[in-house]
């Protein structure tokens, strides 16, 4: 099989990861919403996960919030690609990439991810070992930013580039689009496959202060085709006034949109389980 474009550089999103740790928790509110959602999904699931591995743990917030839940989990794998996001916390904790999973095929029982697999340059695969991973039955519930995600400051950065120098780079990465979730699950295997989408948006004094948030979260650029000179003074000051008149608010402050997509998916049995997850009403 010839293998696919490697879109995000992995080794970059590492470091990336490792420089935002210490202050990772001062920009983690989405990561905190997606956590009590997962968790409240889980809950209305009957029956019991004793075996569960989180893909992307970064702070250890879903852990935490799956220890204080009623969701069914009994031990808790949690893995990261930063060494330095799972450092000075105890438990079961594994850095491993998402793209090449460590655990044996039907050992797990819920495999859970939280924003962590939309920078897989192989989504498709991704799935599949997680599907291979899981035991008939097993879980599969994920949630990843969706193609929606900073809009705005994708178009505001590209208009500013492509006026003052004739051409923009590539500086936001792709991401999932919704429509596309239960095909990638079917695809790799999973039955009873789901999508569903909870676009936020979140209001900054400025956007400068995005980009600082963008920052502390490990998500800046990390594609291998990104732009490799860096955004001069003048481009960013162009870019942050467009944004400004486009998407400011009556209250002063702009808009940021994150489109989170939730996939759930389970490893199938002979005759199928019958099971469904369904979002919190």
């Known amino acids: 099989m010839t293998p696919g474009p490697l879109v995000f550089d992995r080794a970059l999103h590492r470091r990336r990861l490792d420089r935002a740790a210490g202050g990772f928790g001062q920009a983690d509110f989405l990561r905190a919403r997606v956590a009590a959602d997962l968790v409240e999904r889980l809950e209305t699931v009957t029956r019991s996960f004793p075996v569960a591995a989180e893909l992307g743990a970064r702070n250890g917030l879903l852990g935490r919030a799956l220890a204080d ?95 003052l120098r004739g051409g923009a780079g590539f500086r936001v990465g792709p991401m999932l689009d919704a429509a596309d979730g239960p095909r990638l699950l079917q695809r790799a ?33 990390v594609m291998t085709e990104r732009a490799r000179s860096p955004l001069t003074r003048g481009v960013l000051g162009r870019a942050v006034e467009l944004y400004a008149e486009r998407h400011g608010r009556p209250d002063g402050k702009v808009t940021a949109t994150f489109e989170i997509v939730t996939l759930t998916g389970w490893a199938p049995q002979a005759r199928g389980s019958g099971r469904s997850v369904a979002p919190p009403a």
């Open 69 to 163: 839940a009623n969701a069914g989990v009994a031990t808790l794998i949690e893995t990261d690609l930063s060494r330095a996001m799972l450092a000075g916390r105890s438990g079961l904790l594994v850095q491993a990439d998402e793209e090449r999973l460590p655990f044996a095929d039907g050992s797990l029982d819920l495999v859970v991810s939280a924003l962590a697999l939309h920078t897989v340059n192989d989504l498709p695969g991704a799935l599949v070992q997680a599907r291979r991973a899981l035991k008939p039955d097993g879980l599969f519930l994920a949630a990843l930013f969706g193609g929606e995600t900073l809009i705005e400051l994708r178009q505001a950065l590209l208009d500013a580039e492509g006026e």
């Open 189 to 221: 295997g999973f039955a009873l496959p789901v999508a569903d989408v909870d676009r936020v948006t979140v209001g900054y004094p400025h956007p400068l202060a995005l980009l600082q948030d963008l920052r502390r979260m490990g998500e800046t650029a």
